[in-house]
């Protein structure tokens, strides 16, 4: 009923920068809010940034002054902006929502795209 597609990332040297795309689409009556995540290899999946769809922020210490999150509402996208990208940074990127779907009783769910992978060398 609803999918999330994220785009964006890549390869890229420390220092440098990358935009990350995530669009929802499909049965959609409101989104609550929008969020990116990331999984390192042998490590548990963690928050980075989430937006709310007023444009509230929270972002994790690590990123904080470097990644800045930014939502669409009208197109149902959310952003990513990481600047001054680091080698632990390094990991694949997956966006979530949480959607209020366009069908009776409008209830709540989450959903996660299928991750983009975003490496940086050192």
């Known amino acids: 009923q609803v999918q999330l597609v994220e785009s964006g990332g890549g390869l890229v040297q420390a220092g440098g920068s990358l935009r990350l795309s995530c669009v929802a689409s499909?049965?959609?009556?409101?989104?609550?809010?929008m969020g990116w995540y990331r999984q390192a290899p042998g490590k548990q999946r963690e928050l980075v940034a989430g937006?709310?769809?007023?444009?509230?922020?929270n972002y994790a210490d690590p990123v904080k002054g470097r990644f800045t999150i930014s939502i669409d509402n009208a197109k149902n996208t959310v952003y990513l902006q990481m600047n001054n990208l680091k080698p632990e940074d390094t990991a694949v990127y997956y966006c979530?929502?949480?959607?209020?779907?366009?069908?009776?009783?409008?209830?709540?769910?989450?959903?996660w795209g299928q991750g983009t992978q975003v490496t940086v060398s050192s």
């Open positions: 979530n929502a949480e959607i209020i779907l366009r069908i009776i009783p409008f209830q709540r769910y989450n959903y």
């Open positions: 499909g049965n959609i009556a409101r989104i609550n809010s």
């Open positions: 937006i709310t769809s007023g444009g509230s922020t």
